[in-house]
């Protein structure tokens, strides 16, 4: 079975920075069009960014200047650098291929918590 893990993430104060990272494995995530996505506490999951199995890149408004996303296909890991973080941001982070594919089973995401 796919298994995802994220990790990188953590208590950071606002303005500062984190760099996820989302490692598959028993799979190839190259031919896939890759995502990052969050959830926070009451809410539904949303997505964050997108990169394409040829790298090019999607982000939604909330984020756009702030996150990029890449991947290493060599590696099977998907990266998410984010920088000027806000106290919204809080929210466990996790990775997943996009539709029209069925998704892979969900890891346990990454915790970022961003607070003064």
């Known amino acids: 079975q796919v298994q995802l893990v994220e990790s990188g993430g953590g208590l950071v104060q606002p303005g500062e920075s984190l760099r996820l990272s989302c490692a598959a494995s028993?799979?190839?995530?190259?031919?896939?069009?890759m995502a990052w996505y969050r959830q926070a506490p009451g809410k539904q999951r949303e997505l964050v960014a997108e990169?394409?199995?040829?790298?090019?890149?999607n982000y939604v408004d909330f984020v756009k200047g702030r996150f990029t996303i890449s991947r290493d296909n060599a590696k099977n890991t998907v990266y998410l650098q984010m920088n000027s973080l806000k106290p919204e941001d809080t929210a466990v982070y996790y990775c997943?291929?996009?539709?029209?594919?069925?998704?892979?089973?969900w890891g346990q995401g990454t915790q970022v918590t961003v607070d003064s």
């Open positions: 997943n291929r996009r539709p029209p594919v069925s998704p892979w089973p």
């Open positions: 028993r799979t190839s995530i190259s031919s896939d069009r």
């Open positions: 990169v394409t199995s040829g790298g090019v890149t």
